[in-house]
């Protein structure tokens, strides 16, 4: 089955065609058009200025994607068997780019419409790749064995889906089947790396700009991270599944005011600032995913990109959950596409959850179920 889909829910015009069959999502083509060069005199994203450019950018995005897996647009109507676009959460005008577009295209082409749930994408980009493996233990920076992949990822499956917006354990028994084990009481995880990063000066997008700067301590530098002082790990003991992240950032506040030198330490508060927010989303999905006897444990969204993230969970699952399973995203899924809203499409496809151009609403606040 062929999907074309369609993403613009932030500050990505996206647009990938998916091909799925049984357990598996091929991408044929995955085109993102990003507006972060745009949005960075600001610090953040304007979402009048983003709807701007998905309306200037969404058609030679679409073009593209469809040129790049081999369609041409006059063939797009026949090769075709839905065209999936994201229904939200996310920015109201921005959304609505992407779903006007969508049901234009629906309505021109004759083709049923799949509304896609922007979290429910960053979760099934785990659908993409072979990158399951059941992991020995290892240090930072642990690579996947490709010996040890396997296609098939067995529920339930507890999975830690962290971004910009949202940051949430979801527990998983089937496909498509969603329950909100933990979410976080302020501000998600990619916003406290947002908020940190600006009180580092290391400008916008927060989260690679605070990880470049941890990763440029070199090993005879070490000694630097402890001349800064420990940060908090907010609610890490606590007895439910829930996260709360302003704490720290109003720690590293205060932290950084009364430190004179905070400017030549740089690297090793956003170090310590990192390692809070990882301890804490670590230690949370270890715990939710023994409580639920998990199968596989998933990384999922934006922040899913930060390398030590990646590792230092791999290792987690391998030493405290030995029979479980472990996946993350290709690098290239983790930051918003549209692969990951073809991916979590197909599935919906699967169960025949049709829309058409008539019936298709968006929803800035649309709940994951
Ligand atoms: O999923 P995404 O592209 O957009 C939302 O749905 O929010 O996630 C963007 C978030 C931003 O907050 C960004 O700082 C964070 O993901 N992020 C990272 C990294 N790359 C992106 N956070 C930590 N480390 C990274 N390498
Ligand atoms: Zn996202």
Redesign the pocket.
Known sequence: MLILAIES??D?TAASVIEGRAERVQILSNVISSQIEIHKKYGGVIPEVAAREHVRNIIPVINEALLQAGIKPGEASKRLSAIAVTAGP?LMTALSVGAQTAKSLSCAWKLPLIATN?IAG?IYANWITKSISNLPAGGHGFQFPISKQITKIQFPIVILT?????NMLVLMKDHLDYEIIGDTLDD????A??KG?KMLELGY????A??ASAASITDDQLSITNSVSKLPRPMISSANFNFSFSGLKTALLYALKKDKSWRKKIPAYAAEY?QAIIDTLIAKTIKAAKKYSAKTVLLA???S???E?RSQLAQAVSEKLPQALFGLPDLKY???NAAMIGAAAYFLAREKHWDSWRSLKINPNLDLK
């Open positions: 829910s932030c990505e996310g922007h960053h962290v971004s910009g917006g949202h998600a995880a990619g916003e790396f947002d990063a997008p927060g989260g690679p605070v990880a990192q969204g934006g922040v990109a930060n390398k993230l983790t930051t918003d």
